[in-house]
């Protein structure tokens, strides 16, 4: 395991992801956050891909990113021991985002864009679930808006509190 390039304030779960252009910019996000960048396999993409890296431009270099087997594994690295549960972005939800207290090296949960998170993760972390506000008409944002508008929040809150 390589020297970590910086101890993340945030981490950005990306469950399945199948658009590599949305995770290369939501790797440029993490850099610019200071966040690490979580990927729950399977992708939808090899890490060798041209439009993973263009998305990441030259930022990629800067990520500090780990790839995990399953949900499991995922679990077992990160949400070992925490006493926070992570906080699952979903359209399903009720509460807002804006409504959520952040804390430093809280986790954030993003489903596959094709059909976010399975009903199972809604189910075991139902009290931590958010959504962003959208009018009617918009089925989800994309999801490296969502992570962006989230993850600003959450570092926001870190910096004023």
Not at 33 to 49: C, E, N, S, T, Y
Not at 54 to 66: F, P, S, T
Not at 98 to 108: I, K, P, S
Not at 114 to 129: Q, V
Request: proline share 7%; charged share 25%.
């Amino acid at each position: 395991m390589s020297e970590p390039k910086y101890v993340p304030g945030l981490n950005v779960v990306l469950y399945q992801p199948e658009i590599p252009h949305n995770t290369g910019s939501v790797g440029r996000t993490c850099v610019a956050l200071g966040a690490k960048l979580w990927l729950v396999q399977p992708l939808g993409f090899r890490m060798d891909d041209y439009y993973l890296r263009r998305a990441g431009l030259d930022y990629w270099e800067h990520l500090e990113v780990e790839i995990v087997d399953d949900w499991p594994h995922l679990e077992s690295r990160l949400l070992n021991g925490r006493t926070r549960p992570p906080w699952l972005l979903t359209k399903n939800a009720q509460r807002s985002y804006t409504a959520a207290r952040f804390e430093h090296g809280d986790v954030l949960v993003f489903g596959r864009e094709s059909n976010g998170l399975p009903d199972w993760l809604h189910e075991r972390y139902a009290s931590s679930r958010l959504q962003i506000p959208t009018r009617p008409q918009v089925r989800s944002l994309n999801l490296s808006n969502a992570v962006a508008v989230v993850a600003y929040e959450a570092q926001r809150q870190q910096k004023v509190d």
